[in-house]
């Protein structure tokens, strides 16, 4: 009987550790939310300031990418440059696709 009682109570014991282990992770968690919803208020307020400094730059870009490939229109060789352009002009055109995508 009292190898029972001592089984029990080593299994009692685990119990308990388990869930005070289980209630330090919870409290970790918890810490951890909080760290996040400040990162993601603080890359928000980011976005948004970088945002019309980014719409700006890609459409001056667009506009210099559609000058460049007019001048290739005419006959002449686009450069490599103009090509480089013409890629950022289509990755503006996604980025402010995908900002217009997502919840205000």
Do not use: N
Not at 81 to 86: R, V
Not at 94 to 99: A, N, S, V
């Amino acid at each position: 009987m009292a190898g029972r009682i001592a089984s029990l109570d080593k299994l009692q014991t685990r119990k308990r550790c388990l869930l005070l282990e289980a209630e330090v992770h919870r409290a970790q968690m918890t810490q951890d939310w909080g760290r996040i919803k400040t990162a993601v208020h603080q890359a928000k307020g980011m976005a948004r300031t970088a945002k019309p400094w980014l719409t700006a730059a890609g459409m001056a870009i667009a506009g210099f990418s559609a000058y460049r490939s007019m001048r290739a229109a005419r006959g002449q060789k686009g450069s490599f440059f103009s090509k480089l352009l013409g890629g950022a002009s289509s990755l503006t055109s996604i980025f402010r696709f995908l900002l217009r995508l997502r919840p205000h």
